[in-house]
């Protein structure tokens, strides 16, 4: 896909964007209602190296997939599992980016990272994306593009295709929320650190249609759970056997402690799930973001459900900040420290939004649980539209709902649907078939 030469002379006079965000949730925002779902998996089939089930009840149900192996035989597995869907994904999320990349570039505030809107102009869709592939694959490791030719030789889809779709998360900005709460937030439960993960990112795409959740038993490194959808192999939602799990924030709204991003490092997609693949502590994950060749700015949290502790993370190529409850920036009187509590609602610089996930982690402060951020916290401060996931990585549980896929009845937003429960100690004890 070819743009007009004029684009350019456009970009180079975009304006940047603005200093903070300006949204907040409605006012007549509600709980959530829906009871957690909570049924066993149900087995579909199986191949080698590759287990389908489903789990969830009616308009909720996802594709659960075990896979093992090495990446090329996870790969082939994966492809050979759900080669059909793969197949409508990867080519229903192309032809979305193509219409959004038409979109984007005359948006006062670009959905796409300007260096990216600079190459589509020159360059083109597709050489644009092979760019980046380009600059980051020296850093990035060959199993990567191992799974993915696996994948690509089962499914049929060209390799070239998966892994410029690969790097979408590179290239967006989207919004999101976490938080990780221990010790005193928690006192009155039975957890000692449940972590939130809300995806506030895409709701009119093909994703909703497709969601998924891969449970990879690699050999090599650790299994664990990947939150996301069918053919996708990058982490942005997930936990570990080792009692690990990950949030991420896209940040749009940074301030001069970010410094300066670049694109020469490895895709955060790829850096998340190698924390979750290859790091059994949170000293670990630290060690690793502190010396991994980073890219965009983000805001990270790890849990360690093992010492009951949660990191939040500035991260940018310029700096690997960690925050914990005593240190938490930025310092603002719309984001009040709050005792065993990190959190950052929608953005770094979000006033609206963190004013009502602080004042929700207060509320129930003492009595933070999977239940009441599902049913109290999330649909107050109405984050998590595309996806979210709760851990409660004292007890090994991940509670998970999705938005409504096109042909789905209820709300549109996955904070006001039905939660799923899935007990990670049973998916991670899964044995391949013989």
């Not at 896909?1 to 970009?11: D, E, I, N």
């Amino acid at each position: 896909m070819k743009l007009p030469l004029f684009l350019a002379f456009f970009l180079a006079f975009a304006k940047s964007d603005a200093s903070e965000c300006h949204g907040k949730p409605s006012a007549t925002a509600r709980p959530n209602a829906n009871p957690i779902q909570s049924g066993a998996p149900r087995f579909v089939r199986s191949v080698k190296n590759a287990k389908l089930y489903t789990v969830g009840q009616g308009d909720e149900e996802v594709a659960l997939v075990h896979l093992w192996g090495t990446p090329y035989e996870m790969g082939v597995a994966h492809g050979t599992i759900m080669k059909d869907k793969t197949t409508l994904f990867i080519d229903a999320v192309w032809n979305y980016m193509e219409e959004q990349v038409a979109e984007a570039i005359n948006a006062s505030v670009p959905k796409f990272r300007n260096w990216f809107l600079k190459d589509l102009a020159n360059l083109g869709l597709e050489a644009a994306l092979d760019l980046e592939i380009d600059v980051t694959k020296p850093f990035t490791g060959d199993y990567f593009y191992e799974e993915l030719q696996g994948l690509a030789h089962s499914s049929g889809i060209d390799v070239k295709k998966l892994e410029r779709i690969h790097m979408i998360g590179e290239l967006t900005k989207g919004q999101c929320s976490m938080f990780g709460a221990w010790g005193s937030a928690v006192a009155n439960t039975p957890s000692k650190l449940l972590q939130l993960r809300a995806l506030d990112w895409n709701v009119d795409g093909p994703f909703k249609n497709f969601p998924q959740v891969t449970v990879y038993h690699p050999t090599t490194g650790y299994a664990f759970i990947n939150v996301g959808w069918t053919g996708w192999i990058g982490s942005i939602t997930g936990m570990s056997v080792n009692r690990m799990a990950i949030s991420e924030i896209g940040v749009s709204f940074p301030d001069a402690s970010f410094g300066s991003d670049s694109r020469f490092g490895v895709p955060f997609t790829y850096f998340l799930r190698d924390i979750l693949q290859f790091e059994e502590t949170l000293a670990g994950a630290m060690n690793r973001t502190s010396n991994v060749e980073r890219t965009c700015s983000l805001l990270l949290g790890y849990g360690d459900g093992k010492s009951s502790e949660f990191r939040g993370v500035e991260y940018s190529a310029s700096v690997a900040n960690f925050y914990t409850d005593t240190n938490l920036e930025p310092e603002a009187d719309w984001h009040p420290k709050i005792e065993n509590v990190v959190y950052w609602g929608m953005d770094w610089l979000c006033p609206g939004y963190n004013e009502v996930l602080s004042a929700q982690l207060q509320k129930f402060h003492g009595n933070i649980t999977a239940d009441v951020t599902i049913h109290e916290i999330l649909p107050v401060v109405q984050t998590g539209d595309s996806h979210v996931a709760v851990y409660d990585l004292t007890n090994m549980i991940m509670y998970v709902s999705n938005a409504k896929g096109d042909n789905e009845a209820g709300p549109l937003y996955a904070y006001d649907r039905p939660f799923i429960r899935l007990n990670a100690t049973t998916l991670f004890s899964e044995v391949p078939s013989v």
